[in-house]
């Protein structure tokens, strides 16, 4: 497998996680609205 596809991998993946953080962050925060309004 070249390094660059490897690279190029790790970047895809770091970029699913960050969507995968935020996106969960903002269902808590919703629900933590939801429950105090």
């Given at each position: 497998?070249?390094?660059?596809y ?32």
């Amino acid at each position: 497998m070249p390094l660059a596809y490897f690279q190029c991998l790790v970047v895809v993946c770091r970029k699913w996680c960050y969507i995968a953080i935020s996106d969960r962050d903002k269902k808590t925060s919703i629900t933590k609205e939801v429950e105090n309004g």
